[in-house]
């Protein structure tokens, strides 16, 4: 059983940064990602990242977000999140990938969710 935490969301302005942080605790797999929220909207793919931190983005934040990894004793996931835009505004949620490859990026191919954090951008 894995038990993921997610911090660092907040309120910014546009333009604006954020790093938010999912520490792991459990089993983790090799491939670990980040999925957002907004409301009404479904829950999509943003980032997910290797073992070895290969990573792979979807098209909306390639070039402003960064994922990383700490493999140490328990595994903690972030993610960067530059020049932030309104539209980026959703809850952030942490997952554990279930298949072996970056490109699985269908929410069915993750389980054990963390609860969410709350990332609000303002115009």
């Known amino acids: 059983q894995v038990q993921l935490v997610e911090s660092g969301g907040g309120l910014v302005q546009a333009g604006g940064s954020l790093k938010l942080s999912c520490a792991a605790s459990?089993?983790?797999?090799?491939?670990m990602g980040w999925f957002r929220q907004a409301p009404g909207k479904d829950r999509e793919f943003v980032a997910d990242?290797?073992?070895?931190?290969?990573?792979?983005y979807a098209n909306s934040v390639k070039g402003r977000f960064t994922i990383s990894r700490d493999n140490a004793k328990n595994t903690t996931v972030y993610l960067q999140m530059n020049s932030l835009k309104p539209e980026d505004t959703a809850v952030y949620y942490c997952?554990?990938?279930?298949?072996?490859?970056?490109?699985?990026?269908?929410?069915?191919?993750?389980?054990?969710w963390g609860q969410g954090t709350q990332v609000s951008v303002s115009s």
């Open positions: 990242i290797s073992w070895s931190g290969g990573a792979y």
């Open positions: 997952a554990r990938g279930k298949r072996t490859l970056l490109t699985n990026t269908a929410s069915t191919d993750f389980d054990s």
């Open positions: 459990g089993r983790t797999f090799s491939i």
